[in-house]
């Protein structure tokens, strides 16, 4: 009998070391794959392995609840074997505690640590089925500590975010950090939620050229705007099928041959890729520029790494973006707008409080209050502050003459 509880002993033992290891391998392994990177790390794993991260909770949770019952089950063996012995508990504390110690904790989570990478493709398999062998239980573990914690998460958010905020600013104006670090760590904590259609030069402001200009034609237009990169089309604007590099026409005679065989293929991304996944994607596949594209498959913009980088950093000078001014002092708190001007940053510049909408840009948010597309001269009134329509079109707003209010306009402090 005592032989057979040795065993059932060994055998827990294994199974401790088991799920200890995998656990701490596990971490190890997303930990180098983020700091690596998200996109080529998962490249990189054998498909199995991408399977078995795809539930993490389950994952984790299923390692800790063995690790947890593989230790329970061997302490409860070990009373067995030397309850009746006179010296058993001392046996088990000097001798037995050590072992399980050694061989169940310290050296399998070394060993993966320092392994990880190569033992826990060898291992996904049977962690996969045990995984499945214990779901039922995690699952219903983890209904159970919601149901305790209720809230909890929530209220940790909360202050987490006030604590920054206190951080970032104090309400007197009393700025803890300087304007531009507080204006990075606010635009940090939007990127996560940041969309390719937030950050994306919209088609109607990008120059493209139809897929069969003349080297000629296109060498004419790089020459004069100053382009590296042209989106190429094919009968309308919208169905972009490459895109031209100018360094390919380096040496290129200035001819009435196509640009056809210069084409390279583009990146399609969708609108509502996230930015981040994005930024991924186009350091991957080492390019620069990625169309983008609606749920019909139809191109509504262009998005560059430049772009993707100013929802952190703030304004960069990119070939895609316009050149125009888009704020220009007339004094006395009289402003010439252009309409493609952000909402949020006029808000920035001015404090008009304008608020959030469908809509990005001053002219969008004119249109939502006109209801219509107004012709010029026509103005309205919003907070005290006069917008009159400098200059439209039949399709849109242009430029937009503001006159501020009497109130002395504050800063709005954007939440996190």
């Known amino acids: 009998m005592a032989w057979q509880i040795f065993l059932l002993v060994f055998a827990f033992t294994l199974l401790e070391a088991f799920f200890a290891g995998m656990e701490i391998g596990i971490a190890a392994l997303l930990r180098a794959r983020t700091v690596a990177h998200p996109e080529e790390g998962a490249e990189e794993e054998p498909e199995r392995v991408r399977r078995l991260l795809e539930n993490r909770d389950l994952l984790f949770g299923s390692t800790m609840l063995g690790s947890i019952v593989t230790m329970v089950a061997t302490s409860a063996l070990i009373t067995v074997l030397f309850h009746s012995h006179p010296h058993g508990v001392l046996y088990a504390l000097l001798v037995l505690g050590p072992f399980l110690l050694i061989f169940g904790e310290i050296m399998p989570k070394g060993l993966f640590q320092q392994q990880g990478h190569r033992l826990i493709p060898r291992l996904a398999l049977p962690l996969w089925l045990l995984t499945r062998l214990l779901s039922p239980f995690v699952h219903l573990l983890n209904r159970a500590s919601r149901a305790i914690l209720h809230g909890i998460d929530e209220a940790t958010e909360v202050r987490t975010k006030e604590s920054l905020a206190m951080a ?29 259609h937030d950050c994306m030069v919209p088609l109607i402001q990008t120059c493209a050229l139809e897929e069969n200009v003349t080297v000629r034609q296109a060498l004419r237009l790089i020459t004069s705007k100053g382009f590296s990169r042209i989106p190429i089309y094919r009968d309308r604007i919208d169905n972009i099928i490459g895109i031209l590099h100018s360094f390919d026409l380096i040496g290129v005679q200035p001819s009435d041959m196509t640009i056809t065989p210069l084409i390279r293929p583009p990146v399609y991304l969708p609108e509502t890729t996230r930015a981040e996944r994005a930024l991924g994607i186009l350091r991957k596949t080492r390019n620069h520029l990625a169309v983008v594209v609606d749920e019909y498959g139809g191109a509504v913009g262009i998005v560059t790494i430049e772009d993707i980088l100013e929802e952190i950093v703030g304004e960069i000078y990119d070939e895609f973006d316009p050149s125009e001014v888009y704020l220009q002092s007339l004094g006395k708190g009289r402003y010439l707008v252009n309409a493609r001007m952000e909402i949020e940053a006029l808000n920035e510049k001015l404090g008009l409080g304008l608020p959030d909408g469908d809509y990005e840009t001053l002219g969008g948010f004119l249109l939502e209050r006109f209801g219509r597309i107004p012709k010029e001269n026509e103005s309205l009134t919003f907070r005290g502050h006069r917008f009159i329509i400098a200059k439209s079109s039949d399709r849109s707003i242009e430029s937009v003459s503001l006159t501020l209010g009497e109130e002395k306009p504050q800063k709005r402090r954007r939440k996190p």
């Open 168 to 196: 970032l600013g104090s309400p007197d104006g009393g700025d803890v950090l300087q304007e531009m670090e507080a204006a990075i760590v606010h635009r940090i904590f939007r990127f996560s939620e940041t969309t390719l």
